[in-house]
């Protein structure tokens, strides 16, 4: 009995060849020396196979134009066959016998892949969901096409056409995260896998900063929700977005596209291809540009120092493919390809929406007064206020006009690039053997300012190098009506180096300083010299490299069990081994090296001494610049209460005289003294204060320090029994368990790691195609339960708390387990186009993401209330540095999001269409702050894209006018401090498309 159910797509063993003529018998047409040439290049692409190349699938894929018209064509051809057939059997005599018989088999043909290539065509509409009707998964979908007509480019403007996905605003590499049902925002930290993967064109990107690029000749997207792995690839733990591009062809194409639009925006790009030897090696060239001025201006860059301005969310970006497609057999081919992005800059990790404290603390009654170390107190210091024409209020506090005054703040720095080579093999009409193997790197700089035209923050920021090498064998076959399956091995190796480094400047130590040290030292001339050498010229580096290498075997099965049920399998073994190490060391002591300590808390010597002053009222056992308040004093200095005293261990009679000699030296250089001893009480306490900045600023100096290593075997599986209605609806439900490793990392100079993150997913669906397979609708409900969900956590600083021994227990940030997050919801997907010449699409989620138990979330800043006295008189103790927020709704998580989409097509003037596009991306409320602080709600918003225009028919020329967010929607937070902006202000474009 033949089955009605289609075979899971992620196993099909016989790829359409979509380019393929069927009247033409290629074997036949080869010559011995193309073979020759073809087998030769062949062999010298199999030793390659080793290099990393890119992957790609087995299928050649066009657009959905071109697999239209090949359609069409194809059924032509077909009708021709057929009435030359009806012609031939009027003609008398046997001899049209045999060419009647030949044009009955080949017209049978003809419209035998006529239907197949009608199952696959993806284009806006219903047809585009269909493709997926039989994967028994949360799937969404979105083509090209779609994607092209509205200007889509970006990872944020792709994710804007599906359901339940999203990205932050901006471009930094390192904040690429994508964001499936709630799940995927996080604290940065490279240690720590993303929770939704990318994938291109079959080779994974397992660091999101590989995708901060633009995207185009996109032949089409999908977004999979949950636990991936188990068909091949990475295995992200939440959700996967596969971006697959066009592929080379045999028929010859050039695609060219130009929009230029307002702030001397210019995008181009060429897409060109075509056979090199007839059927059996063509080519592909992809290359594009993408330039513009940002929106907001930086006033320090147009009248300051430097000629030319500085603009924000601004681009220059140029990347370029190459790849091609060798068909030296029928049952062999190869794609190998090269892709390259030159390091190029953009301006958003320094756009900051500034404005004044708010009266209170979050408990109404202290006022923020107190909070003595925001920039609004620190600019109103002598030090800064006596700069002409710079005030706080209409200078740093810009959150209206976003208008940015900064000296220091650089572009952002990307580049990346790879190689790949996909290998397929077909070994009979039913199994088929792939090799994808792939290379990619990139390199990331950003140079960091804290928003002042000061000299306070000097090569600040961080750097990523990363290189991935994947390498991925898939065995793919089926058994006719009983199952299809997936199989094989995966290897990926990954490295980064990780800087972080710090500058300080002439201004910096009057920016830093607490109060105490301030008025200290801004009270006379050497006073502010001290302060000013304190922190300038001072450079800190600090790096962390990780390696993880992560083999795998996986399989998935779709069983056909009878006509209306089946049932898909899947099962991946990953073996993770994650390991990571780090170091901190000053670059550069800068002007005031005689003023570090003698040696850091982790034994490292600095050259410097160890001045201590003791406030406080009763006298203390101080060594190396640290009390010892329990334990052996051996080697301690006795500090009287409002003294100062050197106290370097005095059982180390080499570091003691070389500390003696750096206090002689900076007693002289900044007091003009002969020694320490020479000094006056308030000197001295001016040096120790100067002392207390740079150390403060230094923080922990050590030598590489391993961190604990993550060895760990680690199962991801899935169970999805479907139910098959009719041809127009299919029920399913699906179990899926992941598993994600956990996190070898440093923090303040000791191995804190992280444990592995488990989640397990439930979803209940439904897929449908009705009236006449003009209405699409795909929905499901879903449950989801993760376990020591990874995420920046607040946790115990046994380093800092050793080091002070004063009974106080300490704590930091860093990325730690939550115990538990559970997310549910329901999610829509669907496409109408029964009305003539129109089509519209709809995407929607209702998705509720909560911490079920998270006890140690850090204080947001308006919690973080500090010990003083109220305005009442009565004493008040600091807040806790943690809160629990169990019950609360994760960072990032909006309850509704909706994306609208509408086509119009009508044929005019001949040849012509005239078109209208449209996209209305609807995000509800939710909150951006990590600690979810009541100041980072973003209140809801819509985006809406559009475009007009008109062009030929067959795609030849068309000219649009678009608008990306028409009605100026800004979708932004108040913070604490400052805002955060998740939108882009109306950008107006025209954009020109032809195809020779």
Known sequence: MKSSVTPNRLSSTQPLDRNADPLKARGDARSAASRNAALLLSGGLMLLGVLPAQAAEVAETASATEIQAELDRVQAEADRLKQLLADRRKAPGDAAAEPAADATATAEAGADQAAELDTVVIRSGGRKLERVKDIPQSISIVSGDDLRALGADSLRDITRRAANI?????????????????????????????????????????????????????DTVEVARGPQG????????????????????????????????????????????????????????????????????????????????????????????????????DNYSVLASVDIQPRSYQNDNGLNFFHALPEFFSDGVTPTTSLQTSAQFRLARRWFASKPGYTFADNYANFDTGLQ???????????????????????????????????????????????????????????????????ELRLAGAIPDFVDF?????????????????????????WFASNPQY??????????????????????????????????????????????????????????????????????????????????????ELGGFDSFFNNG??????????????????????????????????????????????????????????????????????????????????????????????RKTQLNWTVSPSYRW??????????????????????????????????????????????????????????????????????????????????????????????????????????????????????GAYNVARYKSFANSPQPPENQIPAGTNLDGTPRAAAPPSRDV???????????????????????????????????NYTSRYNSDIALSSYGVISDYSITDFAIGLGKANGAFDASLLVKNLFDAEGKAFGFTGGTLDTTPRWVYLQFTARL
């Open 166 to 218: 999203s990205r932050p605003n901006g471009s930094n590499a390192r904040n690429q995260n994508l964001v499936v049902r709630g799940i995927g925002r996080r604290g940065t930290t490279e240690a720590q896998d993303p929770q939704v993967g990318v994938n291109i064109d079959g080779v994974p990107y397992a660091y999101p900063g590989l995708a901060a690029w633009d995207f185009v000749d996109v």
């Open 726 to 843: 009719n041809d127009q609806v299919t029920n399913y439900f699906s179990f899926q368990h992941g598993e994600k490793p956990g996190i070898a990392q440093v923090i303040n100079g000791n191995s804190l790691p992280a444990g592995p993150e488990v989640s397990n997913n439930f979803e209940l669906g439904v897929k449908t195609s009705t009236f006449g397979r003009t209405l699409t609708v795909n929905a499901d409900v879903f449950l989801s339960r993760l376990a020591n969900f990874q995420q920046t956590s607040l946790v115990f600083d046994e380093f800092t708390t050793n080091l002070n021994n004063n009974g106080e227990l300490f704590f930091t940030q860093a990325a730690a387990n939550v115990p538990k997050v559970q997310i549910h919801g329901l999610e829509l997907d669907g496409a109408y186009s029964g009305i003539r010449n129109v089509t519209f699409t709809l995407s």
């Open 230 to 329: 188990t068909a091949g690839g990475h295995n992200p733990s939440y959700g996967l977005l596969t971006l697959t591009t066009k592929r080379p062809s045999f028929t010859r194409s050039s695609d060219f596209l130009l929009r230029v639009g307002q702030r001397n925006a210019v995008f181009g790009s060429a897409a060109l291809g075509g056979g090199i030897i007839d059927d059996v090696l063509a080519w592909r060239g992809t290359f594009y540009v993408n330039k513009f001025e940002g929106p907001y201006g930086n006033a320090y860059w147009s009248t300051g120092q430097r000629s030319g301005d500085q603009t924000y969310t601004d681009r220059l970006k140029i990347s370029g493919k190459t790849q091609f497609l060798l068909k030296p057999t």
């Open 617 to 710: 009222t009763a006298a203390v056992n101080v060594r190396d610049g640290f009390v010892i308040r329990n334990g052996s004093t051996d080697g301690a200095t006795s500090v009287a209460a409002g003294t100062v005293a050197l106290t370097t261990d005095s059982r180390d009679p080499e570091r003691n005289a070389s500390a003696l000699a750096a206090a002689n030296a900076a007693a002289f250089k900044y007091f003009r003294t002969a020694s320490w001893d020479a000094l006056t009480d308030p000197q001295k306490r001016q040096l120790a204060q100067a002392q207390a900045i740079r150390k403060t600023q230094i923080g922990q100096i050590f030598d590489p320090i391993q961190a604990e290593s993550f």
């Open 886 to 920: 169990s019950g609360r709704i994760l960072p990032g998580a909006a309850k509704y999001t909706a994306n609208l989409g509408a086509q119009y097509r009508y044929p005019a003037f001949g040849d012509k269409l005239f078109h209208v596009d449209a996209n209305i």
């Open 519 to 604: 008025n200290a030292l801004d009270a006379d001339a050497p006073g502010r010299f001290l302060m000013s050498q304190s922190l300038d010229g001072l450079r800190r580096l600090s790096t962390v490299f990780i390696d993880n290498r992560s083999p795998a075997i996986f399989g998935n099965a779709n069983w056909v069990i009878t006509d209306k049920v089946s049932l898909n399998i899947g099962i991946r073994v990953t073996r993770e081994d994650r390991t990571s190490s780090t170091f901190a060391r000053i670059d550069d002591n800068g002007f005031g090296g005689e003023l570090n300590p003698s040696i850091s808390s982790f034994g490292v």
């Open 405 to 471: 005054n900064n000296d220091q703040q650089l572009p952002l720095i990307t580049g990346t690039n790879g190689a790949a080579l996909t290998q397929t093999l077909t070994i009979n009409d039913s199994l088929n053997l792939t090799s994808i193997s792939a290379y990619r790197n990139l390199y990331f700089n950003a140079r960091n300012d804290e928003g002042t035209p000061f000299d306070i923050s000097l090569q600040g920021g961080g750097g990523v190098r990363y290189k991935q090498f994947t390498q």
């Open 486 to 510: 997936r199989t094989g091995l995966f290897y990926i190796r990954n490295n980064y180096a990780v800087d972080s480094r710090a500058g300080w400047g002439s201004d910096a130590g009057a």
